[in-house]
T-cell receptor, first 111, second 114 residues
Framework: QQQVKQSPQSLIVQKGGIPIINCAYENTAFDYFPWYQQFPGKGPALLIAIRPDVSEKKEGRFTISFNKSAKQFSLHIMDSQPGDSATYFCAATDSWGKFQFGAGTQVVVTP | DTGVSQNPRHKITKRGQNVTFRCDPISEHNRLYWYRQTLGQGPEFLTYFQNEAQLEKSRLLSDRFSAERPKGSFSTLEIQRTEQGDSAMYLC????????????FGSGTRLTVV
């Protein structure tokens, strides 16, 4: 049973565009929502994370929007660059620290 | 401290053989997690340790899988009688307490069963 649903599977944008990745969850016990970036042959690396008591968080060119009532959250990559081409995973966890991951979105930023 | 270290990086084995992977967490991290990632999917939780105690095992962890964390430091994941379906990336992560505190992944061990 997939507890975190992520869409789209893949995304192609031009340099400077804003890829948007969406995730939805069911378990209301989740209270920490990170996004991970993964390059081929590497483990996932934490990009940005949010807790449900805020609706938006920005770190550099990455922004998370969080809608607690809809149980949805999304990642926006502002002014995307070819170096942002990677697979992005949303995740959710409760206080036990066991992460549930989305299926991933492959983002390609063309020059 | 160079983060979470996993060895080997790649392992090719014949079906039916046993394999063992090692994970060295960040030294002060008391929690250690194992995940499996298949191509095109997100990591799936397998098991986790708090210090040397194995606190939870996923249903994905069949009887052929065993994990240990002696002395609460490094951990090993052993797969007995490997099957082609075991081919995946095995990821280790560690954290200081619950996941939100410095949760860090290693680069993984890529297992190919032929």
């Amino acid at each position: 049973q997939q507890q975190v649903k992520q869409s789209p599977q893949s995304l192609i944008v031009q340099k400077g565009g804003i890829p948007i990745i969406n995730c939805a969850y069911e378990n209301t016990a989740f209270d920490y929502f990170p996004w991970y970036q993964q390059f081929p042959g590497k483990g996932p690396a934490l990009l940005i994370a949010i807790r449900p008591d805020v609706s938006e968080k920005k770190e550099g060119r990455f922004t998370i929007s969080f809608n607690k009532s809809a149980k949805q959250f999304s990642l926006h990559i502002m002014d995307s660059q070819p170096g942002d081409s990677a697979t992005y995973f949303c995740a959710a966890t409760d206080s036990w620290g066991k992460f549930q991951f989305g299926a991933g979105t492959q983002v390609v930023v063309t020059p | 401290d160079t983060g979470v270290s996993q060895n080997p990086r790649h392992k090719i084995t014949k079906r039916g053989q046993n394999v063992t992977f090692r994970c060295d967490p960040i030294s002060e991290h008391n929690r250690l997690y194992w995940y499996r990632q298949t191509l095109g999917q997100g990591p799936e939780f397998l098991t986790y340790f708090q210090n040397e105690a194995q606190l939870e095992k996923s249903r994905l962890l069949s009887d052929r899988f065993s994990a240990e964390r002696p002395k609460g430091s490094f951990s090993t994941l052993e797969i007995q009688r490997t099957e082609q379906g075991d081919s995946a990336m095995y990821l280790c992560a560690s954290s200081l307490g619950p996941g939100r505190y410095g949760y860090t992944f290693g680069s993984g061990t890529r297992l190919t069963v032929v």
